[in-house]
């Protein structure tokens, strides 16, 4: 069994959850945009179809309407993708004659918060679109969405990979000839997980047809190639877990051999070294164990890494920017700094720092634990590594203390976006807390 790592500890810290908020689930989809986190659908005692929008900075939850026509009915094991202010949800309906006529495709308009029609019924016999199906993967390159896998009613899982157009709102389905000069690949798959990187797709785990994997596969868009990543240590067999791109690595969090057995373990796997670590946590903060849960990252070292080749420009871009991070203010500043990895080790103790945000001397500040007052962008050496290396973040700062003009809110938005801390959110997922507000924990590395 691999040791644990000691460079990049974790912490874990539940996120009390107000009202409204929407009921705890599983089997759901979520996805971030503009620093925001979208939930839509999944189970508790029955199959759910409402649609939430969690503003992180706020710590508050928004019910979003999903009564049009266009909207999607109640939802499970569907995937939902963010792109250019559109969510774009697939699959996952429940099975009945409506899936063999239309393709389960919904789109969501962000800006005017409404579902909007597309042209998803098929015209003609040589139409190509996907059935429904559950428990694929959906990852975004440029302005198209690539979907793997899933399981489609009695027939089981299936190895289709299909691309949809953004600009288009085409599909495409990587035939058979393709299939081969792609190599073996991953074959039928369901319960998996895929994240995005470069120009490359990593998918992991999952069921083929009714045994659990543990194997890595590499998708290159480029060549269209498929490959197997081998490493002499890594998770177990899962499914049911959540994985997100971070910086230059896949984080893979929860799931389970079964579903009766949950696990609370993060693993890193580096697409640089091509090795796998399990990240150790810090004394007192272990995460609950999850299956059928939904990751959202959100900071700049979780924004998705295209290619260039797959870059496409439509106008002014809504992905957050954070080459600006420098030139604006920074709304939020941490509350809770480690002290040296040396000494948590031992006593397992955290040292807590208290933040005010003063916009009149246009400055945020600290009071450190022995009363200094320390003004921004004083710090230096070890105090500038420490806000550097931040574990958490007051999520209330900005709604509590911060009061500005209505013509200034869309540029104190922004700056919140382009500024947010990286923070890993899990929301959701079994064992369920009956009638209680939807968990979110948050996880934050102590690496730079």
Not at 93 to 121: H, N
Not at 171 to 194: E, F, I, T
Request: with cysteine.
């Amino acid at each position: 069994m691999p040791t644990m790592s000691q460079k990049s500890p974790c912490l874990w810290t539940p996120l009390p959850q107000g009202s409204p908020a929407p009921c705890d689930r599983y089997k759901h989809a979520c996805c971030t945009y503009s620093g925001d986190v979208y939930v839509l659908g999944g189970r508790d005692s029955s199959c759910l179809g409402d649609l939430w929008r969690y503003t992180v900075a706020l710590n508050e939850w928004t019910e979003l309407v999903c009564t049009s026509e266009a909207a999607p009915d109640e939802l499970e094991e569907h995937s939902m993708v963010a792109h250019e202010g559109f969510l774009y949800v697939f699959g996952g309906m429940l099975d009945s004659a409506y899936t063999e006529w239309r393709c389960p495709l919904w789109v969501f308009d962000i800006t005017k918060q409404k579902w909007i029609q597309w042209q998803g019924k098929k015209s003609s016999p040589q139409s190509q679109m996907p059935t429904n199906r559950k428990g694929h993967s959906a990852v975004v390159f440029g302005s198209a969405m690539f979907v793997y896998g899933g399981y489609i009613d009695m027939r089981g899982s299936t190895q289709e990979f299909w691309t949809l157009d953004f600009d288009t709102m085409a599909w495409s389905l990587l035939d058979s000839s393709q299939q081969v000069s792609m190599g073996p690949g991953p074959g039928p798959r369901h319960c998996h997980s895929a994240v995005a990187y470069q120009d490359c797709m990593y998918l992991f785990g999952g069921l083929r047809g009714l045994r659990e994997q543990r194997d890595l596969w590499m998708w290159n868009s480029t060549s269209h190639t498929w490959s197997c990543l081998k490493a002499m240590s890594g998770p177990s067999k899962l499914v049911g877990h959540s994985a997100v791109a971070y910086k230059d690595s896949m984080l893979v969090f929860g799931g389970g051999e079964s579903q009766s057995c949950p696990m609370n373990s993060l693993w890193r796997y580096s697409f640089t070294t091509l090795n796998w670590e399990r990240l150790a946590v810090l004394p007192g903060s272990n995460p609950p164990p999850r299956i059928h849960h939904c990751c959202a990252g959100l900071g700049p070292s979780y924004q998705a890494q295209t290619s260039p080749s797959y870059s496409v420009s439509h106008g002014a871009s809504s992905r957050p920017q954070t080459g600006l991070m420098d030139s604006k203010l920074r709304p939020f500043k941490n509350k809770c700094f480690p002290l040296p990895l040396t000494y948590l080790g031992t006593e397992g103790a955290i040292e807590l720092e208290t933040f005010s945000s003063d916009k009149s001397c246009g400055a945020s500040s600290y009071t450190d634990s022995t009363g200094v007052d320390y003004s921004n962008g004083s710090l230096t050496g070890k105090d500038a590594q420490r806000i550097k290396s931040c574990l958490t973040f007051e999520n209330q700062a900005f709604s509590k203390k911060w009061s500005y003009d209505e013509e200034d809110s869309v540029d104190i938005e922004d700056s919140i976006t382009q500024h947010l801390p990286d923070l890993l959110l899990v929301l959701g997922g079994k064992p369920l807390n009956r009638h209680m507000a939807i968990s979110v924990w948050q996880m934050t590395l102590t690496d730079s």
